[in-house]
């Protein structure tokens, strides 16, 4: 597992020891959207607390968190993968303040589909296999899950807290958007694509002086000219570009 996948397991399982074992203490990290003004910790502490009633609330959260968490650390680094998941959990927190402001809340399922979400991002097509067995592809499970939601909280949603997992979808994706860009994976990419075509000079094409240009060389040259008198500078390919500029003057 990677870093942070470790340490938020880790922090959840031992918060929910603590629970078991200080039985009071739930009322305390639980996040009840109305009175958030009065203890605002709780949209931290709700997202690391989880319903004492029996091991599948944790248990299913940190499968999920297992399973999607690890590719989408090393995709976006770690800083970036914590502040995924604490804002995911936040936005699932304020998006029940609106809808159901007077159901108290605890568990990590909201931070999760943030984590979801972005793992269907990078890996639309990747499969998931529910229950061990039906394959579901990333990107349709998160549109599964949403219409599965939005029936669940508008239709009463029993003890889950489905607007969170909404929530949790709606902080993932802007979040990723702001950040578009300024993930190590990105950086890789725009590293190995190289320099923008424009950003490299060419110099003055129509100087060419094709007697000094080597026999090997002046058809290519010749080409490259008249793909830029026909389709002009911003038809050129990097690679072209860079070629072109050896026989060109500079200006």
Partial sequence: MTPWVTRLIVANILVFVLQLTFRGLTQYLALV???????????FTYMFSHSTAG???????????FFFGPRVELRIGGPAFIRLYLIAGMTGGLLSWLITPYSPIVGASGAVFGVQLAFAMFYPRDKIYIWGVLPIEARVLVVIMTVVSLYGGLSGGGNVAH???LGGYVGAWVYLRRIAGRTPAAQWQAKVAG????????????????DKVHELNRDEVRRIVS???????RSLTSQERVFLGHFTPQV
């Fill in 163 to 165: 607007f969170a997992h």
């Fill in 55 to 65: 091991l599948t609330h944790v248990l299913f959260n940190m499968l999920g968190l």
């Fill in 195 to 210: 320099p923008a075509p424009e950003s490299i000079a060419i110099g003055d094409w129509k100087g060419v002086n094709f």
């Fill in 33 to 43: 959207p109305a009175l958030l003004l009065e203890r605002p910790w709780t949209l």
């Fill in 227 to 233: 793909k830029i008198e026909t389709q002009g500078e």
